[in-house]
């Protein structure tokens, strides 16, 4: 047991499911946070919301529920709404949602914190890990976990997770750009 207490930004259930595992199996006392004002529409925010909240109710984790603002998020990627996924309006949406969560670790006295989104293979790490590294720099004393949450067999578990728990598991990335790939590919996973 570290006892260590971590606040893990979380996008949904199957990039936090085996992320949480390796978290208390490595004795991390682990808080998550709900922040996506980047999904459209609100029912898919909201139904992203529930799959997540019901998985860390059965393994009484704790989250704190994140704002809801669109718009706002809208006004933070404004022109850059052609970008390619993976570019510069990804690096500002990560920026939105580590910027507040170092903000609330800050708060809640957590000197840790980390994010799930680096779980997807389809994200690039190395904007993850900018816009945490950034975001901790605000704060003294607080540390962006940068683990790359695909190696040493989470991959894998967070597939064998996803498939045990029937979770939800979304077709897109999250914003009304990312289902561009939905119209254009048919039946892209961009999870
Ligand atoms: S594609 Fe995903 S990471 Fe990129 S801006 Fe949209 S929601 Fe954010």
């Not at 978290?23 to 004002?37: D, S």
């Not at 404004?78 to 800050?106: H, Q």
Request: overall charge positive.
């Amino acid at each position: 047991m570290n006892g260590q207490k971590i606040l893990l930004h979380s996008c949904c259930a199957p990039c936090s499911a085996a992320v949480l595992e390796w978290l208390i199996r490595n004795g991390y006392e682990t808080v998550l946070f709900y922040y996506n004002p980047n999904i459209y529409p609100q029912e898919e925010y909201e139904k992203r919301k529930n799959e997540l909240t019901k998985y860390a109710a059965k393994k009484r984790i704790k989250v704190i529920d994140g704002d809801y603002n669109y718009n706002r998020w809208k006004q933070t990627v404004e022109g850059f709404e052609n970008e390619p996924e993976r570019g510069a309006r990804c690096l500002r949406c990560f920026k939105m949602r580590l910027n507040k969560t170092a903000e609330l670790a800050n708060t809640l006295g957590i000197s840790l914190f980390a994010t799930t989104l680096s779980s997807s293979r389809w994200k690039d790490l190395n904007r993850i890990d900018e816009a945490g590294s950034e975001a901790a720099m605000k704060y003294a004393g607080l540390t962006f976990l940068n683990k790359n949450w695909r190696k040493d067999g989470l991959q894998q578990r967070r597939n064998d997770l996803i498939k045990e728990n029937n979770f939800y598991n979304q077709q897109y990335c999250g914003c009304e750009y990312s289902t561009r790939v939905l119209r254009d590919a048919g039946k892209a996973v961009i999870i």
